[in-house]
């Protein structure tokens, strides 16, 4: 079980390599987890010449030296009899060897020799290991070395065209007549002709909405719709709490009430004592002032039901978000329009506007029907840049819609808007051009 763990691991290990010295090493160092042997050396063949790549251990394998030499060389005799497509192992014998090489290192190599062939049906042979062992390989080894170097072959594969296409682009690049053709195209590129265009938020929007608003100071108590509900003129859609102002018209009418019984009491002693006259005058306009403020606060009260200013849909975000809530005169509670009168409002940052007309060609797709194109009519541009909800400055666009099926208050998508036409260099460094100078200061 452990050495199947060791085996798993060490294919897993290499088919993450990516660099043929990483991939060298691996091999011929934990391949040994798997088959002992004394020494590995592992090599490549490009064109049917053999390249001796790493040895196992640290040391460093000297490719001029008599015994790379002599690996090279038997390596070379092995495989012009070895099969082309298939991963094989293949034992070598001393005897088999040119006599002269195996003089020369006779001393050096161990007594059996084991040629591991990596290669694969589409390319043939790319590398191998040459394993020295003191003993000959078993059956078992085989069988595990096999499918060991046919999991080497691919991915030794992978390395090697990767770094063909990297090679090959290398060598395209430092090419002069590619970097001429290179330098060209992007001249002909940067002068490349090309319309300008701005990209921005857009967002379908009611064209005359009426805004029902907060009438006084007080508590929203209740919101009589759900937002889209449609509405008459007259509905009511909104109540004010009436707590406070019931109080005030019940004390402005008492306190009213209380002035007359004074002033009908002060009318009786003015009859016997005419000094009493004098503060009639003054009960009198107590009354006047208490009549008036009894008027207000019925008038106030009057108000406590919010109506619909006009037919239409309600639009408004939630009705949670108003209700049992303190709420100030003025506050804009919800809009009432009608919802075939829309327009399409496109909210433009200051640092991505250019010069636009009414004429300027409008498209704009909505995040609800991303593959539908629409167009739209310039209808107004905004003078002055003013901030949106989230505080970003932007410039206000409102465009007529030509086709307004299927779309609803509220939808948000993308507009596209034409500008006049340029070169391609200019559209691509506008925006640094812009943020250099904001640095700059010029």
């Not at 090493?25 to 390249?51: D, L, S």
């Amino acid at each position: 079980m452990d050495k199947l763990l060791t085996l798993l691991d060490l294919q897993n290990r290499v088919q993450k390599a990516t660099r043929i010295n990483d991939f060298s090493f691996i091999v011929t160092n934990e391949t040994q987890k798997i088959v002992p042997y004394r020494q590995a050396v592992f090599w490549t063949q490009n064109n049917g010449k053999i390249t001796l790549e790493g040895l196992s251990g640290n040391a460093v394998l000297d490719k001029n030296s008599p015994y790379a030499s002599f690996v090279k060389q038997a390596i070379t005799e092995t495989l012009k009899n070895a099969p082309k497509h298939a991963v094989t192992i293949i034992d070598l014998d001393k005897k088999d060897l040119s006599a002269n090489t195996e003089t020369e290192s006779e001393n050096s190599i161990a007594p059996y020799i084991t040629l591991c062939v990596f290669a694969t049906e589409d390319e043939g042979i790319l590398g191998g290991l040459w394993l020295e062992r003191d003993k000959p390989l078993k059956d078992a080894e085989k069988e595990i070395l096999n499918n060991l170097c046919e999991s080497y072959a691919y991915t030794l594969r992978s390395i090697e065209l990767s770094n063909r296409k990297q090679g090959n682009l290398l060598t395209f690049f430092k090419a002069k007549k590619s970097r001429m053709f290179i330098l060209a195209a992007l001249l002909i590129a940067f002068f490349f002709p090309t319309q300008l265009s701005i990209t921005a938020p857009v967002e379908i929007t009611a064209r005359n909405p009426k805004v029902v608003s907060i009438p006084y100071d007080g508590i929203l108590n209740d919101v009589h719709v759900k937002p889209g509900d449609s509405v008459k003129k007259g509905d009511v859609v909104a109540t004010m709490d009436q707590t406070n102002l019931k109080a005030e018209t019940d004390q402005a009418e008492q306190e009213l009430q209380t002035a007359q019984v004074s002033l009908s009491r002060a009318g009786l002693e003015s009859l016997s004592n005419a000094e009493k006259k004098a503060d009639l005058q003054l009960l009198r306009a107590e009354i006047a002032q208490k009549r008036i403020a009894l008027e207000y606060a019925k008038e106030r009260l009057s108000k406590t039901n919010i109506s619909a200013p006009t037919d239409g849909i309600a639009i408004f975000a939630d009705a949670n978000a108003f209700e049992k809530k303190p709420m100030r005169t003025g506050e804009k509670l919800m809009i009432i329009a009608q919802p075939e009168e829309t327009e399409a409002l496109i909210t433009v940052p200051i640092d991505a506007m250019l010069p636009i007309s009414k004429d300027s060609p409008v498209s704009f797709y909505l995040n609800t029907q991303p593959l539908k194109t629409h167009e739209a009519d310039i209808v107004s541009i905004g003078y002055q840049a003013s901030a949106d909800p989230d505080g970003q400055l932007t410039y206000k666009i409102r465009a007529k819609i030509d086709d307004t099926e299927a779309m609803r208050i509220g939808h948000k998508g993308t507009a596209k808007i034409k500008s006049h036409w340029s070169i391609l260099g200019y559209a691509v460094l506008r925006r640094p051009l812009i943020a250099m100078r904001n640095i700059i200061g010029l």
